[in-house]
């Protein structure tokens, strides 16, 4: 009979507590009470304060000093006054991504005191240490620093606040920079990432120029949502980048969404919005900026209800129409449930998978690569409930690659993105290569794009989904998390999960009076080559082999080596005497040329040498049935550089995978799926194995 291991259910929800990563394994408050128990000052050893945690690709082009706040003012405090987006003021330091998320997330209390918690100051208790929190991949982490700066003439280099004694904005930046592995690699990039690191929300892009009818009415509830709203405009080449227009606008530059509103103007009702530049300066001079006449027919009361003040802050308010004539993008952030207040009307279902692209097993590239695109991840998702009203389902797909910026100082750069959506014909297991040939996606991400992120939204009627995640080019490496956001209930599931073992019990002897002449020619060959024991030992074995596999035609092989014999016996020795009787090595031998036939038939080429991306199928005809985790290990040790196999290599990788499933068989003590060993035992199963 077969048995099938299942993988565990994954979890969707995100953690309540996040996970402390500090090199430790200390927490927060155990460092700051150590410190306090020294009377010393907490100096972080994962981030120092030297070169190495601000750039890796360049020196610093000014001396640098790295200050605690207390050497920088006389009374510093965290948070002053409450936190407010004009604590966000953008330093020597192209991260304005970061800067536009962080000043939309002082616009909503419950999100900002998760990532900054505010029981943290500079008077009773300060050790010189605090912590933050970001989503990271599907679970929050808690991010502890030391408090020490970088500072040029004793003033702050990179992010601060408007007001020089608030430090909680700086203190920010850097746990962020840590996060990502130093302070360069935080240059460049969405506001959205932030957003999502910020709250675990998923993101979705608007051009505005093609914006629906109803745009204004998804960015006022979006803001009601308490999601994140940030916007920017293009640039068509890396000149214009940060360029200022004539209108007083910034090119190339993320800006925050902080309010939308609509006033009486003239016996007219005017859509209007807030828009913020993290610079702290350098605002809009059109229609509706500080200082434009149109406020000056609107009474004192509705101007102090929307804080219109003539400040260079940074903050102006415009017509949404010249919103949408100049600014040319919006990425609206749509938080979690755990991120949403108790009270909000509307929460998305979610599901998470989380994955990995493993060249030469499961990274098969888009749908133009159709020798390998089947061998990518496939994620079923079963859509049950029709939005209110409708006929079709509504959700979001979001398909993130992990720990790239993270990886910037070593080389790697973000891959090209994408996925497909197709509808699944009803099978319970991987669909194959002649499935894509002959069907159509049924929806797809709208480009692939060297984001770290791709999202978009869908409607499709109720069903079951195939969601083929791929990067674009195949044999591209890349840890990814997949999120699902659904107006109703809906389930994912990788198809491959369950492991599959389904093998034949040995066959009985065949008396010898009722051999076939085959077997009684077979019986007199084993004679010749066993000697006058009857039995073949692992030396014996290997001559035999290698004799024989040297005349197959059509296979590429090296040799079988003693240790690959010594396998083998101990696969099908029953007797327990390291030796091949002549009924165990009849079954070897059947076995043997039913391995052959199959590198055969899966050496599509006939190259000699079978495609590491055909094993998956080659293992199942022999019956092994592999998720994508052992199926990756397995390429991992079996393929050469050009993912490819020869038969030793392929024999080789039968000969353990039996080996080691007839011992799970064996250890099973019941009829679950586990096994429990002590250490002797563990040592000795992978000895033998």
């Known amino acids: 009979m077969p048995y099938i291991y299942k993988e565990p259910k994954q979890q969707p929800s995100v953690p309540e507590e996040a996970r402390c990563i500090h090199s430790s394994g200390k927490s927060y408050e155990e460092l700051r009470r150590e410190c306090l128990k020294k009377g010393t000052l907490f100096e972080d050893p994962d981030f120092p304060a030297n070169d190495a945690s601000l750039f890796y690709s360049e020196k610093p082009n000014i001396p640098f000093e790295w200050k605690r706040p207390k050497e920088i003012v006389k009374d510093p405090e965290f948070i002053l006054g409450g936190a407010s987006?004009?604590?966000?003021?953008?330093?020597?330091?192209?991260?304005?991504?970061?800067?536009?998320a962080t000043a939309s997330l002082t616009l909503n209390e419950k999100v900002l005191?998760?990532?900054?918690?505010?029981?943290?100051?500079?008077?009773?208790?300060?050790a010189g240490i605090f912590h933050f929190q970001f989503w990271q991949h599907n679970e929050w982490v808690d991010v502890v620093i030391d408090d020490r700066l970088p500072t040029f003439r004793n003033r702050l280099v990179f992010l601060h606040s408007a007001d020089l004694?608030?430090?909680?904005?700086?203190?920010?930046?850097?746990?962020?920079?840590?996060?990502?592995?130093?302070?360069?690699?935080?240059?460049?990039?969405?506001?959205?990432?932030?957003?999502?690191?910020?709250?675990?929300?998923?993101?979705?892009?608007?051009?505005?120029?093609?914006?629906?009818?109803?745009?204004?009415?998804?960015?006022?509830?979006?803001?009601?949502?308490?999601?994140?709203?940030?916007?920017?405009?293009?640039?068509?080449?890396?000149?214009?980048?940060?360029?200022?227009?004539?209108?007083?606008?910034?090119?190339?530059?993320?800006?925050?969404?902080?309010?939308?509103?609509?006033?009486?103007?003239?016996?007219?009702?005017?859509?209007?919005?807030?828009?913020?530049?993290?610079?702290?300066?350098?605002?809009?001079?059109?229609?509706?900026?500080?200082?434009?006449?149109?406020?000056?027919?609107?009474?004192?009361?509705?101007?102090?209800?929307?804080?219109?003040?003539?400040?260079?802050?940074?903050?102006?308010?415009?017509?949404?129409?010249?919103?949408?004539?100049?600014?040319?993008?919006?990425?609206?952030?749509?938080l979690t449930p755990d991120a949403l207040d108790n009270d909000t009307l509307h929460k998305w279902e979610v599901m998470v998978h989380e994955g990995s692209w493993v060249r030469g097993s499961t990274a098969g590239g888009c749908r133009n690569f159709l020798e390998t695109f089947w061998t990518n991840p496939q994620i079923k998702l079963i859509l049950k409930e029709k939005d209110e009203g409708q006929n079709e389902c509504t959700f979001i797909a979001a398909l993130m690659q992990k720990n790239r910026r993270k990886l910037r100082k070593v080389g790697a750069d973000l891959l090209t993105i994408g996925y497909a959506i197709y509808q699944c014909p009803g099978t319970e297991s991987q669909l194959k290569k002649e499935f894509f040939k002959f069907n159509p996606s049924k929806a797809r991400s709208k480009t692939y794009i060297n984001l770290r992120e791709i999202s978009q939204r869908f409607k499709l009627p109720p069903g079951e989904y195939m969601l083929v995640p791929t990067?674009?080019?195949?044999?591209?490496?890349?840890d990814f998390c997949l999120r699902i956001f659904s107006e109703n209930k809906a389930k994912i599931e990788e198809l491959d999960g369950n492991i599959i073992v389904d093998l034949p019990d040995p066959p009985k002897p065949t008396p010898p009076q009722k051999e076939?002449?085959?077997?009684?020619?077979?019986?007199?060959?084993?004679?010749q080559i066993s000697g006058e024991d009857m039995e073949v030992s692992p030396e014996e074995l290997q001559y035999i082999l290698n004799a024989v596999l040297r005349r197959t035609k059509n296979i590429k092989f090296k040799e079988i080596s003693l240790l690959s014999c010594s396998n083998i016996i101990s696969l099908m020795d029953s007797s327990g005497n390291g030796k091949l009787e002549f009924d165990e090595f009849k079954v070897f031998w059947d076995k043997l040329k039913n391995w052959i036939g199959i590198f055969l038939q899966f050496d599509t080429d006939k190259s000699g040498t079978m495609s590491s991306y055909e094993l998956r199928l080659?293992?199942?005809a022999a019956g092994f049935q592999l998720n994508n985790i052992v199926l990756q290990l397995v390429v991992l040790r079996y393929a050469d550089d050009s993912y490819q196999i020869e038969f030793d290599d392929f024999l080789n990788c039968l000969i353990r995978l039996e080996n080691s499933s007839r011992v799970f068989q064996t250890l099973k003590r019941d009829a679950s799926d586990k096994i429990v060993l002590n250490q002797a035992e563990f040592i000795c199963l992978a000895m033998n194995i």
């Open 618 to 620: 080659a293992l199942k």
């Open 85 to 100: 987006r004009t604590d966000v003021c953008q330093g020597d330091l192209g991260d304005c991504w970061l800067l536009a």
């Open 471 to 478: 990067t674009f080019e195949p044999h591209q490496e890349a």
């Open 113 to 126: 005191n998760r990532v900054v918690p505010p029981d943290q100051n500079f008077g009773s208790g300060y």
């Open 165 to 334: 004694n608030e430090f909680w904005s700086a203190l920010m930046e850097k746990a962020y920079a840590k996060l990502n592995g130093s302070y360069e690699a935080l240059k460049g990039g969405s506001t959205i990432e932030a957003m999502e690191d910020f709250t675990g929300g998923v993101a979705e892009t608007y051009e505005t120029k093609s914006a629906p009818d109803n745009f204004y009415d998804i960015m006022d509830k979006a803001l009601k949502r308490g999601s994140m709203l940030g916007c920017s405009i293009d640039i068509t080449s890396s000149a214009e980048t940060e360029a200022k227009t004539p209108q007083g606008l910034v090119k190339g530059h993320a800006y925050s969404i902080t309010g939308l509103d609509v006033v009486n103007f003239r016996g007219q009702k005017v859509k209007l919005i807030r828009v913020r530049n993290p610079w702290g300066q350098v605002e809009w001079n059109g229609p509706w900026s500080d200082n434009s006449s149109e406020w000056n027919f609107i009474d004192a009361a509705e101007k102090n209800r929307l804080c219109q003040k003539s400040l260079d802050d940074g903050e102006f308010w415009m017509k949404i129409e010249d919103f949408k004539r100049y600014f040319d993008k919006v990425e609206i952030c749509n």
């Open 516 to 527: 076939t002449e085959e077997e009684r020619q077979f019986r007199s060959l084993f004679e």
